[in-house]
């Protein structure tokens, strides 16, 4: 069993910047990859970035690429979401998730335990 806590999320201005932490408990955080998500009122949950168990293979959303930077620390059992140039389009509830592959996927059904979202809201 793992268990996520998100935090850091918001209400910022349009072209501002936040950055999302998550934590995860136990299991040993350095063998799985991690992945962002998030879901705006009335639309699907949608990937936004993913990270494998190293660090060393990013993926990200077309929509967030350029703007977003997933990153991770395995010595705090922790990954995080740095979000700069922020647009009004990414008002969402962002949610953290673990898979157990080795490598990042962008597949939602391969990630098998989520956090409980934190909102970020971003005014225009």
């Known amino acids: 069993q793992v268990q996520l806590v998100e935090s850091g999320g918001g209400l910022v201005q349009a072209g501002g910047s936040l950055r999302l932490s998550c934590v995860a408990s136990?299991?040993?955080?350095?063998?799985?990859?991690m992945g962002w998500f998030r879901q705006a009122p009335g639309k699907e949950r949608e990937f936004v970035a993913a990270?494998?168990?190293?660090?060393?293979?990013?993926y990200y959303a077309d929509s967030v690429k350029g703007r977003f930077t997933i990153s991770r620390d395995n010595a705090k059992n922790t990954v995080y979401l740095q979000m700069n140039s922020l647009k009004p389009e990414d008002t969402a509830v962002y949610y953290c998730?673990?898979?157990?592959?080795?490598?990042?996927?962008?597949?939602?059904?391969?990630?098998?335990?989520w956090g409980q979202g934190t909102q970020v809201t971003v005014s225009s």
């Open positions: 136990g299991r040993t955080f350095s063998s799985y990859s």
């Open positions: 998730a673990v898979t157990s592959r080795l490598g990042a996927t962008t597949i939602q059904h391969e990630y098998h335990y």
């Open positions: 990270i494998n168990w190293s660090g060393g293979t990013t």
